[in-house]
C-alpha cells in the first residue's frame, strides 16, 4: 500500500493527559505528525482533534482503532483529502523598509491574497490563510527578501459528507 495523506478527526472529552498518549501511539509505530490542532467541536463539551499524517490506509485505520481504546475518546475518523475541505494560516513578519521599497513585495502579497495585519516602523505582519502548497510558495517568494518570523498552524478541516458523531452522541446520551 502507499503512503498517502489522512486528516484524523478524534472527538473527545476534554481531559489532561489525553494529547500526550494520544501523541504515544504515533511515536510507538514511528509516525510522524505533520500536524496537529485541538479546538472546541460543534457538540458542547466536546473537543476535537484534527492530527494530519502521511502513512498507508493499514497503518491510519489501525491508529484509529488505538486512538478509540482511550477512555475519553468518542470517537474517532479518518479521511483522505479528497474527503475534506481543509486550510492552514500562517504569520510572516518582514522588515518594513521593504514593504515600500521591494516593488516585488506588494505583488507577492497582492498575488497571495494575504493581508496586512500590523505595520510597524520596523517591520509588518501579513496573514496568509490556505493549502499548506500556497504557504509554502509564499514562503519562497519571501525567503530571498529575508524573513523575521514565520509561524504557521496545524490544519483544520470539515468533511465534505456528513459526520455522524451527533447522532453518535444522541445515542449514547438516550441509553
Not at 505533520?34 to 479546538?39: A, D, K, R
Not at 482533534?49 to 491510519?60: G, K, P, Q, S
Not at 519562497?140 to 483544520?156: A, D, H, L, T, Y
Amino acid at each position: 500500500m502507499k503512503k498517502q495523506w489522512f486528516t484524523i478527526s478524534v472527538y473527545s472529552e476534554n481531559n489532561v493527559g489525553l494529547l500526550n498518549r494520544i501523541s504515544g501511539i504515533f511515536l510507538k509505530r514511528h509516525i510522524n505528525i505533520e500536524s496537529l490542532n485541538v479546538s472546541k467541536s460543534e457538540i458542547d463539551n466536546v473537543s476535537k482533534f484534527t492530527i494530519v499524517v502521511n502513512t498507508t490506509e493499514d497503518w491510519v485505520r489501525n491508529i484509529v482503532g488505538q486512538i478509540e481504546k482511550q477512555i475519553e475518546v468518542i470517537k474517532a475518523f479518518y479521511h483522505t483529502d479528497d474527503e475534506t475541505i481543509y486550510q492552514e494560516s500562517a504569520l510572516f513578519k518582514i522588515a518594513s523598509n521593504l514593504l515600500f521599497d521591494e516593488r516585488q513585495i506588494q505583488n507577492i502579497i497582492k498575488d497571495s491574497n494575504s493581508q496586512i495585519v500590523t505595520v510597524a516602523r520596523d517591520f509588518f505582519v501579513l496573514a496568509k490563510s490556505g493549502r499548506r502548497s500556497e504557504i509554502d510558495e509564499m514562503h519562497e517568494q519571501f525567503k530571498p527578501f529575508g524573513i523575521m518570523q514565520f509561524v504557521r498552524s496545524g490544519r483544520i478541516a470539515v468533511t465534505k459528507d456528513e459526520m455522524k458523531i451527533s447522532a453518535i452522541l444522541k445515542e449514547f446520551q438516550n441509553s
